[in-house]
């Protein structure tokens, strides 16, 4: 399958794609400049500062955004205008890093020490009342978070454990029984992931310049390799969710050393996405 550029190096650590017709295509994000990149259908890129970091992101169900910022939340409306959260703590070694919606519209979004210290880092939840929650720490560097089509499986990667992890997913209990999915093999480090329609698991290989899937049993059978080194993020989108965006970052590489990191690129697996699932909020 071939993987084709869709923009110059627009963003130093490109990270959380997603695509919702609310937003007519494509957001992701220049996480440490703390911009939302967003792709008109002309192929032009646009961005919107929203702080230090701009972490995750979704699409509310009445319009607008919720964010992952720095130390916390902050919600866009249909209007643009944006409204901050309290934050979630005061010190400045740890920051957010990348989340997902629940099936019950709850907003998720883990964080990560700046030094990648190990057990640093938690993931919480934001609810629909903009209440808080933490339900995991001990956490390094939090990254993909995504349900399986029925909503019974959540898949989460701890890129510092070299594996996805599987949960089973119900409203009351949460996120629940956590156990490996699979290893990544050859020290592979899982970033971020989406899921397809056949419940297939896709994640990029942060330090292997490729995007992997998993069958729901946890086989791999695709393998696609990226013209950049630092692969962090894929999502389907498209009009019939039949195209698989990928960004990529150069944080850390050495100037010139990898000529098209920081790209967006596109892939167009034979099998199609779901639509990206909302913030109730």
Same mark, same amino acid.
């Given at each position: 399958? %071939?993987?084709?550029?869709?923009?110059?190096?627009?963003?130093?650590?490109?990270?959380?794609?997603?695509?919702?017709?609310?937003?007519?295509?494509?957001?992701?994000?220049?996480?440490?400049?703390?911009?939302?990149?967003?792709?008109?259908?002309?192929?032009?890129?646009?961005?919107?500062?929203?702080?230090?970091?701009?972490?995750?992101?979704?699409?509310?169900?009445?319009?607008?955004?919720?964010?992952? @910022?720095?130390?916390?939340?902050?919600?866009?409306?249909?209007?643009?205008?944006?409204?901050?959260?309290?934050?979630?703590?005061?010190?400045?070694?740890?920051?957010?890093?990348?989340?997902?919606?629940?099936?019950?519209?709850?907003?998720?979004?883990?964080?990560?020490?700046?030094?990648?210290?190990? /057990?640093?880092?938690?993931?919480?939840?934001?609810?629909?009342?903009?209440?808080?929650?933490?339900?995991?720490?001990?956490?390094?560097?939090?990254?993909?978070?995504?349900?399986?089509?029925?909503?019974?499986?959540?898949?989460?990667?701890?890129?510092?454990?070299?594996? @996805?992890?599987?949960?089973?997913?119900?409203?009351?209990?949460?996120?629940?029984?956590?156990?490996?999915?699979?290893? @990544?093999?050859?020290?592979?480090?899982?970033?971020?992931?989406?899921?397809?329609?056949? /419940?297939?698991?896709?994640?990029?290989?942060?330090?292997?310049?490729?995007?992997?899937?998993?069958?729901?049993?946890?086989?791999?059978?695709?393998?696609?390799?990226?013209?950049?080194?630092?692969?962090?993020?894929?999502?389907?989108?498209?009009?019939? !969710?039949?195209?698989?965006? @990928?960004?990529?970052?150069?944080?850390?590489?050495?100037?010139?050393?990898?000529?098209?990191?920081?790209? !967006?690129? %596109?892939?167009?697996?034979?099998?199609?996405?779901?639509?990206?699932?909302?913030?109730?909020?």
């Amino acid at each position: 399958m %071939r993987v084709e550029q869709v923009t110059a190096p627009v963003a130093y650590h490109g990270e959380g794609p997603v695509w919702s017709p609310r937003w007519g295509g494509l957001r992701w994000l220049d996480m440490l400049a703390g911009d939302v990149l967003s792709l008109d259908g002309d192929g032009n890129v646009s961005r919107s500062h929203v702080g230090p970091v701009a972490a995750a992101l979704r699409p509310r169900r009445n319009g607008g955004a919720v964010i992952g @910022i720095e130390r916390g939340f902050l919600l866009e409306d249909p209007d643009g205008s944006r409204t901050p959260l309290p934050e979630l703590w005061s010190s400045d070694d740890v920051r957010m890093n990348e989340g997902g919606c629940d099936p019950d519209g709850r907003f998720y979004c883990g964080s990560m020490a700046y030094d990648q210290r190990s /057990g640093a880092a938690s993931l919480y939840r934001l609810d629909a009342d903009l209440t808080v929650a933490v339900v995991l720490s001990g956490v390094t560097v939090s990254n993909g978070l995504e349900w399986s089509p029925d909503g019974s499986r959540a898949y989460y990667n701890d890129t510092a454990t070299h594996r @996805i992890s599987v949960f089973d997913y119900d409203r009351e209990s949460g996120l629940t029984d956590r156990r490996t999915f699979v290893e @990544i093999p050859d020290g592979g480090q899982p970033d971020g992931l989406t899921v397809d329609v056949e /419940g297939g698991v896709w994640t990029a290989i942060v330090n292997g310049g490729a995007v992997h899937r998993y069958t729901p049993d946890g086989r791999l059978d695709e393998v696609l390799t990226v013209p950049a080194r630092k692969v962090t993020a894929c999502t389907f989108g498209g009009a019939k !969710l039949d195209e698989l965006f @990928i960004t990529t970052s150069r944080e850390g590489l050495p100037e010139g050393a990898d000529p098209l990191a920081g790209a !967006l690129f %596109r892939a167009s697996p034979q099998i199609a996405g779901r639509p990206v699932r909302e913030f109730a909020g």
